[in-house]
């Protein structure tokens, strides 16, 4: 059974990059002096050339999970603007999304991410959840023709686009009933960089009227470093 467009959208997303939860004061004196900012510079720099590694800051911004920044994001709820404090994380291989903590609960890998709705978490009957793996040694089409004989049920299979790219993707949907507590699935399969990505979310039929729009705006925050 074909989902649903949802009333609730993202329609902005301001980026707060590397702000504090307080501000700080900006007429406060530097406590370190400016020399010694520079000799710990050049000291980080020739470690990093020496040893061929990132520095530990670097290295732990790259680890899937860690918090980069807030965004305020504007959703559309029932026709009203709603601001939302979304955190930003880095993902796998060089993309970034972002999600709403006091919603979702993430649970993060090298190879996956998971984004769990807190009302209906890992350990409930039915899980609401936002899925994002990797997927090696298989085609595109092959994937997708698994994911649909897997279902076992009447699949859409669409091309879309996800993210703030607007990646291209394939898109399948099914639902396994029609009650309240039927289980329904969107997967998106996509490529970027040579590499196989697999979104899935589920959700069931009494939650899909707001929880199926959150997934969905977790999903639109995709962005890749396409520098």
């Known amino acids: 059974m074909r989902r649903r467009m949802f009333p609730f959208c993202l329609i902005l997303s301001a980026v707060l990059w590397g702000c504090g939860r307080d501000g700080g004061d900006l007429t406060k004196e530097v406590s370190v002096p400016e020399v010694q900012q520079a000799e710990q510079a050049e000291e980080d720099e020739n470690e990093t050339d020496i040893s061929g590694e990132q520095p530990a800051s670097a290295a732990v911004e790259n680890v899937p999970g860690t918090v980069l920044g807030e965004e305020e994001v504007i959703l559309m709820a029932e026709g009203e603007p709603v601001s939302v404090s979304y955190s930003r994380i880095q993902g796998m291989e060089g993309f970034t999304i972002a999600y709403d903590p006091a919603a979702f609960t993430l649970e993060a890998s090298e190879q996956e991410l998971c984004f769990y709705a807190d009302a ?96 969905e705006s977790i999903l639109s925050t995709l962005r890749f470093d396409e520098g």
């Open 120 to 215: 209906y978490g890992a350990d409930s009957e039915t899980p609401v959840f936002v899925k994002i793996s990797e997927t090696e040694g298989i085609s595109t089409e092959s994937l997708i023709e698994r994911y649909v004989a897997d279902s076992n049920e009447e699949c859409t299979v669409e091309e879309v686009t996800i993210g703030e790219g607007e990646y291209p993707a394939s898109w399948i949907s099914y639902s396994e009933g029609t009650d309240n507590k039927s289980r329904t699935c969107d997967l998106y399969v996509f490529r970027y960089n040579e590499k196989l990505y697999t979104v899935q979310m589920d959700c069931f039929v009494e939650a899909y009227e707001g929880l199926g729009a959150a997934q």
